[in-house]
């Protein structure tokens, strides 16, 4: 994903590039993010042992401070071995003059105190280590490193509890790696959430684990950097290592355990199924009743979202396929059951895919071709009723996390947005933009059929088709222009031209 911001990773130098800035560096440009390194000691290591760290004086990390900012500013800086505690002051001191210059600046620390290996790299003491963590926004530690500062032998959501009320972290990610536990459990808390937030996966049977914590935390200080929120900068940091562990256990060129060169990995993003739940939030059903019908993809290209019959009933007049009846404020439930209804016959009459917006219970009753739903109605809504009644099931989403969550459920469609700012109703979640839908296109891989929606006009309509989803859903780009029966003619232009190349 290409990207304007920049990383600084502050750490050690590993001669394998196992492990260290040099890993780092090769994260980042395996996942297309500019980055920069700052050496805070030269190692003698390699997959079987440290021999020698030689750290690097306080006075010539300040001068490397200086030369990068000549560059660039960081937009995050993630930080693993720090050497000593002269190194710690200098960082502490530069983080708190970078921050008053971004106050957006993200600081990832990873605290490495010692090799996956063996060896110990650092002499830093607590003090200093908690100095550090009050300028940072997140923590992510494996679990030898948090029961290491914390003196506990605890784990799980204990320990991160633990490491908070010692360290006064905002965010923790306790890596699972080496908790020993069959499934490896990512936890993550937030001091501004409910609850936490775990990834889980069956451990793989690999021996190429060289520098899987660096890796780990570089890919997760990357998806950061690329305006993914923290849930889903943990899934994808997940996925990404546990792909490029599979394909290193495969290069016979590698001896040992490691060092696993293998970041090229082709295809990425590429999805993977992961176990994650919110601890605060409801599941999904285990099983549904019946599958959710498909939808006609062809009729599907152009997808007005409407709040009136009237609306609906001109769209469908003007040959529209596909459209969304979305009511606000619909208090009376004897006249939202008559437009829910009319709205159905309307879909029959001209052979097109009527969708019911939130009320899935009156469209059941009412024999409804489909409803869309919201991720907040998943805990809500009967999905196997909706299932089994043979209702088509649309789901937003405006995540990877969503969207995973979405494809658990197995919809006739997921919808990805919100693309652009839209003044349509107030969303929780920032414009998503083409980067990031073209990524989440390519996350899906054809698995289900997507529409954009959010903010897309005429002008827009085409660069977003060119992501690769399967529709496009407009809402005041037809019902507040001028004139909407040029507006519809237009849009049908460049959806007829885009499915026609």
């Avoid at 293998?262 to 993003?269: I, K, Q, R, V, Y």
Wanted: charge should be negative.
């Amino acid at each position: 994903m290409n990207n304007e911001t920049v990383i600084w990773t502050i750490g050690g130098l590993d001669p394998s590039n196992g492990a260290g800035i040099s890993r780092d560096l090769a994260v980042f440009q395996n996942l297309q993010q500019r980055g920069y390194s700052l050496c805070t000691a030269v190692t003698a290591q390699n997959h079987m042992g440290v021999s020698c760290v030689q750290p690097v004086k306080a006075d010539v990390l300040n001068q490397q401070f200086q030369a990068l900012l000549e560059l660039s500013s960081p937009s995050v800086i993630k930080i693993s071995m720090i050497a000593d505690d002269a190194q710690a002051t200098v960082i502490a001191h530069w983080l708190e003059k970078l921050r008053q210059q971004n106050p957006q600046l993200f600081v990832v620390y990873d605290p490495v105190l010692s090799a996956s290996a063996g060896g110990q790299l650092s002499t830093l003491s607590g003090d200093a280590i908690a100095a550090l963590c009050a300028n940072c926004d997140l923590l992510c530690p494996n679990y030898h490193e948090a029961q290491a500062l914390t003196e506990s032998q605890k784990g799980g959501v204990e320990l991160i509890h633990e490491l908070n009320q010692k360290l006064d972290a905002r965010a923790v990610v306790l890596k699972g790696g080496h908790s020993g536990c069959e499934a490896v459990e990512d936890l993550l808390w937030q001091h501004n959430r409910a609850g936490t937030f775990s990834v889980k996966a069956s451990r793989l049977a690999v021996s190429k684990t060289h520098g899987t914590g660096c890796t780990f935390a570089a890919a997760l200080s990357v998806f950061v950097a690329q305006n993914f929120e923290l849930e889903d900068a943990l899934y994808l940091a997940k996925c990404y290592v546990f792909e490029a562990l599979q394909q290193a256990e495969n290069n016979v060129r590698s001896a040992g355990n490691g060092p696993w060169h293998t970041l090229g990995l082709p295809g990425w993003p590429k999805h993977r199924q992961l176990d994650f739940a919110f601890s605060e939030q409801a599941g999904l059903p285990a099983e549904l009743a019946a599958p959710f019908p498909s939808i006609d993809r062809e009729k599907f290209r152009f997808y007005p979202v409407l709040d009136s019959i009237d609306w609906v009933r001109w769209a469908l007049g003007q040959g529209v396929k596909t459209v969304q009846l979305r009511l606000k404020d619909a208090s009376d439930e004897q006249q939202l059951r008559q437009h829910i209804r009319t709205a159905v016959k309307l879909g029959r009459r001209y052979d097109a895919q009527v969708f019911i917006n939130d009320y899935w219970a009156l469209a059941i009753e009412e024999g409804a071709y489909g409803v869309h739903l919201g991720q907040e109605d998943l805990a809500s809504a009967d999905l196997n009723a909706i299932a089994a009644a043979g209702l088509r099931l649309g789901l937003s989403t405006h995540s990877i996390v969503e969207i995973e969550r979405a494809c658990r459920v197995q919809p006739s469609y997921i919808a990805l947005g919100h693309i652009f700012p839209t003044q349509t109703k107030d969303m929780p979640s920032q414009p998503q933009g083409l980067t990031k839908l073209g990524f989440y296109q390519q996350w899906l891989a054809d698995r289900f059929p997507t529409v954009a929606i959010g903010g897309i006009s005429l002008q827009r309509a085409k660069p977003v088709l060119a992501q690769g989803v399967s529709s496009i859903a407009v809402v005041t780009a037809l019902t507040k222009a001028s004139k909407p029966g040029e507006a519809l003619q237009q849009f049908n232009g460049v959806v007829n031209e885009h499915f026609s190349q």
